[in-house]
Structures are given as C-alpha cells and as structure tokens.
C-alpha cells in the first residue's frame, strides 16, 4: 500500500536559517508528489508539485523541493526561513492515473521560526 | 474565482448527536474529497465523490457518510457522534477522472466539537 513518511514531528529554526524538511515514500512507481502547508486553523494550500522533467521544482513563497528517486524522497527546502513560514507542512503522494485512489498524505511537520 | 468553501466554520454537538457538514467545490471541479484532520494524526481519507457518486471510501465506520449533489456541493454527515470524532474536517475538490490527482485545492475547514 502506498504510504508517506515525514519523519521530522516538530522542527525549529531561526530566521535566516535554511530548512530541509524529509518527505519518504513508498509506491509502486513514480507518483505525483506534492507539498501543502497549513496555517493555524486552516485549509491546505499548495505550495508546488511534481509530475514529470526537472526533479527540481519550484513552488510559492521561495520553497523548492527535489525528487530523488533512487531513494523514494521528496524533500522541501527554502534558503532563508522567515517569521510567517510558521505552520505546518504536508507531503503527500497518488497516482498518475488517479483511478479510485485518492492523494495520500504524511502526518505532517510542524515549523517553528524563532528570532 | 470563489474557492472551495465550507459551513460551518464551527459546530459542537454532544455525543450521540448527529453532524451535517457542508462544502461547495471550485467552478468546474466534479470530484469532492473529505478528510479527518485529528490532533496528531494528520489527514486521514473519508469519502471521494464524483459526477454524484461514492468512488472511495477510507477506513471510517458507516456512520460516517456523505452524498453529492447535482451542482457537485456535497455533504458529510456523522451520526451517533462520540468524543474522538472531534476534529478538523477538510475538504477539497478536484477535476475529475484522471485529472483528479494533479492537485487539490482544499477549503478551511469544519471544527467539529463534541462535548
């Protein structure tokens, strides 16, 4: 079955510094990867998404993320964390073909900046 | 172009009660998601709709049920509440067919409360 792992619960940084946040999968074959962030009280809203080329994509707000497939990863980074990048971040995954299965999604990584 | 809205924004019901939850899609998207978002357990799937029919279900008790309307606006209803249904319910709605998985676009939610 396919899953998502985001193995960070809670990550802390301070303003200025860069940030990774992991995402693991497990598929049967490449799927469309994406990345969501959630503000306090709110929906999902998506940051970028990877369907095909360039492994390196990028997305809103200076985020970027790099598929890796040799090691089923999906990684988000951005160069330089500010305040309001505090909130929490979804990975999640599903099938080119979406058939009857719906995205998957990790359990999330919450962001802390500090000054 | 409105979003993907949902009503509503609070509920508190008691246990036993029942739970009518509300969601309208984007212009032009078929296909309405529902998710569970409970405290620590990220984003759980409910209930897939298209063009007005169940096309997956995630692993929830039948209590937990839901039905689309002709204009695609769907609704999650949850009968005989019980305290771990407290929760954040998500939804999101999509194109349809294969298209479904190139990205959701989600609401901001239902605090549901049960006291």
């Known amino acids: 079955a396919q899953s998502v792992t985001q193995p960070d619960i809670h990550i802390t940084v301070s303003e200025g510094a860069s940030l990774e946040l992991r995402c693991n999968y497990s598929y049967g074959a490449t799927p469309y990867l994406f990345w969501y962030v959630q503000s306090p009280g709110q929906g999902l809203q998506l940051l970028l998404k990877?369907?095909?080329?360039?492994?390196l994509v990028q997305g809103i707000k200076g985020f970027e993320a790099e598929f890796k497939r040799s090691q089923s990863s999906f990684n988000l980074r951005k160069p330089s964390v500010h305040w309001s990048d505090a909130a929490e971040y979804f990975c999640a995954v599903g099938p080119r073909n979406s058939g009857n299965t719906p995205l998957v999604f990790g359990k999330g990584t919450r962001l802390s900046v500090i000054a | 172009e409105a979003g993907v809205t949902q009503s509503p924004t609070h509920l508190i019901k008691t246990r036993g009660q029942q739970a009518t939850l509300r969601c309208s899609p984007i212009s032009g998207h078929t296909s309405v998601y529902w998710y569970q978002q409970a405290l620590g357990l990220g984003l759980q799937f409910l209930l897939w709709y298209d063009e007005g029919e169940e096309r997956n279900r995630g692993n929830f008790p039948p209590r937990f049920s839901g039905r689309q309307f002709p204009n695609y606006s769907s609704e999650l209803n949850v009968n005989a509440l019980e305290l771990e249904d407290s929760a954040l319910y998500l939804c999101?709605?999509?194109?349809?067919?294969?298209?479904?998985?190139?990205?959701?676009?989600f609401g901001s939610g239902t605090r549901l409360t049960i006291v």
């Open positions: 990877y369907f095909s080329g360039d492994t």
């Open positions: 999101a709605s999509s194109r349809t067919g294969g298209e479904a998985n190139y990205g959701y676009t």
